[in-house]
């Protein structure tokens, strides 16, 4: 068997379209895998490395509110400069907490995401074989962000490079480009289990260090880090060329801000707004403009413009109500950097 991990960064497009989320009442207690997933990627960023010899990209998950994101050590590895971006686009810089030496684990901090609501997790209960598993990598679309599977096997043990792996979990979803340091979720609970680290090549086979073993170290990590000692770039490149660079993040945001109002999430969609757009509408009125929407997703986007410092954007989208049929109505949204961010300044309909 050839396991590896992926270190090279590629540029990958977000060309999957919005899917379509119904609105209907909760029909046990066990959430949707919809809602799940919707939950759990507003805490799992897309980590991009620099190092003197190449560029590379992971994943990790906020699991504290002291702003502390884990991942894995090679994701990491010899890196000179690091930067999180989250579900929403933003991007910020982080200071290494604490690193594995033959440990694939790591813990980097992000002092913006201090005292934000961080991801759920169960590090107390070791999972047998069968148990339903998700598997989460970066929350920007690239690649395949999302799968499903079993746990196929525990105590496995093996070594990659400098790191052992011992007694992780075999997990019938495979750890591809980007989804390096994600967390493995538990479907009956929505609670992160492990740390995905590794696959097999030309397989559905992946590897998933369980927490259990390894958050006692996390959290000392945590605990004993000074933020006086970290080192954080004193000015971090993020939006400093043109937009056409960021043409994708700046779609994606368009398609973000509708999959959040399909599920319903009108806070998490309110906050991709700019500050001037929010002053023009209150949350409560955003809100009520939506309660009546029954489905809602992207099928086309049918024009761009891009400005110097904003990009446009014409999509169809395919909508439901309670008041109205299933129906195709046209939007123009407006993207533009606010604070460093992307946001989006204005959205409207217009005439097809």
Excluded: C
């Excluded at 507003?42 to 906020?62: A, C, D």
């Excluded at 806070?267 to 409560?284: F, K, P, R, V």
């Amino acid at each position: 068997m050839n396991f590896r991990y992926y270190r090279h960064h590629q540029q990958l497009s977000i060309s999957v379209e919005a899917p379509i989320v119904t609105h209907q009442p909760e029909q046990s207690s066990e959430r949707s895998l919809k809602q799940i997933i919707h939950d759990l990627q507003k805490n799992v960023m897309q980590i991009s490395v620099e190092t003197p010899y190449s560029s590379r990209v992971g994943s990790g998950f906020l699991y504290n509110n002291k702003g502390d994101i884990v991942t894995n050590a090679h994701v990491i590895e010899d890196a000179t400069s690091i930067q999180v971006t989250l579900s929403n686009t933003e991007t910020y810089p982080a200071a290494i907490v604490g690193v594995g030496e033959t440990n694939d684990i790591a813990v980097i901090r992000v002092p913006q995401l201090i005292n934000q609501r961080p991801i759920k997790f169960d590090a107390t209960t070791r999972f047998d074989i069968g148990s339903d598993i998700i598997a989460v990598g970066s929350p920007l679309g690239l690649q395949n962000s999302v799968s499903v599977g079993i746990i196929s096997g525990v105590n496995r043990s093996f070594d990659i490079g400098d790191y052992l792996y011992e007694n992780v979990y075999q997990i019938s979803s495979n750890i591809t480009h980007g989804n390096s340091g994600g967390p493995l979720i538990d479907r009956a609970s929505g609670m992160v289990i492990g740390i995905n680290a590794a696959g097999i090549n030309d397989s559905d086979i992946g590897f998933s260090i369980p927490l259990i073993d390894v958050i006692d170290q996390l959290t000392e990590w945590s605990m004993t880090a000074n933020y006086e000692d970290l080192t954080l770039p004193s000015r971090y490149q993020s939006f400093e060329s043109s937009m056409s660079d960021y043409e994708e993040d700046s779609y994606y945001l368009v398609q973000y801000f509708v999959d959040n109002l399909a599920i319903h999430d009108y806070i998490n969609a309110y906050t991709l707004m700019g500050s001037n757009l929010q002053e023009n509408i209150s949350y409560s009125d955003f809100r009520n403009d939506y309660l009546s929407l029954k489905s809602l997703r992207v099928v086309e986007k049918k024009a761009s413009q891009i400005h110097d410092d904003y990009i446009i954007y014409d999509v169809a989208l395919e909508m439901e109500t309670q008041e109205e049929d299933l129906m195709v109505v046209s939007y123009r949204f407006r993207i533009a950097l606010e604070n460093d961010q992307l946001k989006i300044i204005d959205y409207h309909e217009i005439d097809d």
